[in-house]
């Protein structure tokens, strides 16, 4: 079975500019995780879909981070516009939820490192 | 405070000897999942956690989540153990979907 799928691993964009990320989770999943990861941060959680209904949009991220779950296997992260503090490591992580409260073993993507000039 | 505090914060193990990983709770923790990042930057998950114990090859992990705790034991380390652990935790009231990460312990296999 194929994993969690990240497109481009890399990108290196103009401050302004606006990038799009790509996700495809894991076949089946009902949970998809978008974070990013810095080194003086760590990872942080910006937007979280139960089966493609977005349920966390990242408090902070909100104003020019925006995530979509256009079907079940398919996820963009759009930046718009950047700014070189966006420079990090995007994660993408799906799980199948075992309903209820929880959600379930997380895969990660290999992930798209951004870098804005 | 920290939410999720693990120790120690970067480890060097001999090839071949053992060792353990921790993470501390201050929140109520329901599960527990343990994830390595290898030098390339891909996080793989080495185990999902309810309370009790796990054990796949020379990994072994448990959690406690009356005393709030998580363990990572190494046993026989390789080469290909090196890399950055990662606990995460979810707890009863937090938001779903919601996991809280530790700062990771930066472990480091020399030959």
């Known amino acids: 079975d194929a994993g969690v799928t990240q497109t481009p691993r890399h990108e290196v964009a103009e401050k302004g500019q606006t990038i799009i990320l790509k996700c495809e989770p894991v076949s089946g999943h009902n949970d998809l995780f978008w974070y990013r990861q810095t080194k003086i941060q760590g990872l942080e959680l910006l937007s979280y879909?139960?089966?493609?209904?977005?349920?966390?949009d990242g408090g902070a991220f909100k104003d020019r981070f925006k995530a979509e779950m256009l079907n079940s296997s398919f996820s963009t992260l759009k930046i718009q516009p950047t700014e070189p503090k966006d420079s990090a490591v995007y994660l993408c992580?799906?799980?199948?939820?075992?309903?209820?409260?929880?959600?379930?073993?997380?895969?990660f993507g290999e992930g798209s490192k951004l870098t804005v000039l | 405070g920290d939410k999720v505090k693990q120790s120690p914060s970067a480890l060097s193990l001999q090839e071949g000897t053992n060792s353990a990983l921790r993470c501390n709770f201050s929140?109520?923790?329901?599960?527990v999942q343990w994830f390595l990042q290898n030098p390339r930057g891909s996080l793989i998950n080495l185990f999902y956690l309810v309370p009790g114990t796990k054990e796949n090859g020379r990994l072994k992990s448990a959690f406690d989540s009356k005393e709030s705790y998580s363990t990572l034991h190494i046993r026989d380390a390789q080469l290909e153990d090196s890399g950055t652990y990662f606990c995460?935790?979810?707890?009863?009231?937090?938001?779903?979907?919601?996991?809280?990460f530790g700062a990771g312990t930066q472990l480091i296999v020399i030959p």
């Open positions: 879909f139960r089966s493609k209904s977005l349920m966390e």
């Open positions: 992580a799906s799980s199948l939820s075992w309903g209820g409260a929880g959600t379930g073993q997380l895969y």
């Open positions: 995460a935790a979810e707890a009863r009231g937090s938001a779903l979907g919601r996991l809280h």
């Open positions: 929140i109520a923790a329901t599960t």
